[in-house]
């Protein structure tokens, strides 16, 4: 089954660092661009980050820039957020996704129009 499962997040102090997983089955991810978005209540999807293996192009969004890692594990087929010094402005869902090589991470921007599988969110929330 062609699929991307996320485990990871929760509930993290205001400074605190979290990782999330994105585990890609059904399809050998490092063939394609992925990408990490997230989505706080009443507010649109937004791009974090993106890594287009083939181009050679990673993108952090502003607010995570120095913060955020985006990594990949080839042999686990695996890719991963490192969020750290989080903020509460960050608490949102989360969610990992593939696009078609040469689509969705660009230098500037990540579209999320352009992913066509997409995990199934988790939730990251920072409070004290």
């Known amino acids: 089954q062609v699929q991307l499962v996320q485990s990871g997040g929760g509930l993290v102090q205001p400074g605190g660092s979290l990782r999330l997983s994105c585990a890609a089955s059904g399809f050998d991810v490092n063939y394609y661009a992925v990408g990490w978005f997230r989505q706080a209540p009443g507010k649109e999807r937004e791009g974090v980050s993106c890594?287009?293996?083939?181009?050679?192009?990673?993108y952090y969004a502003d607010s995570v820039k120095g913060r955020f890692t985006i990594s990949r594990d080839n042999a686990k087929n695996e890719v991963y957020l490192q969020m750290n010094n989080l903020r509460p402005e960050d608490t949102a869902v989360y969610y990992c996704?593939?696009?078609?090589?040469?689509?969705?991470?660009?230098?500037?921007?990540?579209?999320?129009?352009?992913?066509?599988?997409w995990g199934q969110g988790t939730q990251v929330t920072v409070s004290s």
């Open positions: 890594d287009n293996i083939m181009a050679r192009i990673t």
């Open positions: 996704a593939s696009a078609d090589s040469g689509y969705g991470c660009y230098e500037h921007s990540s579209k999320s129009s352009e992913y066509g599988r």
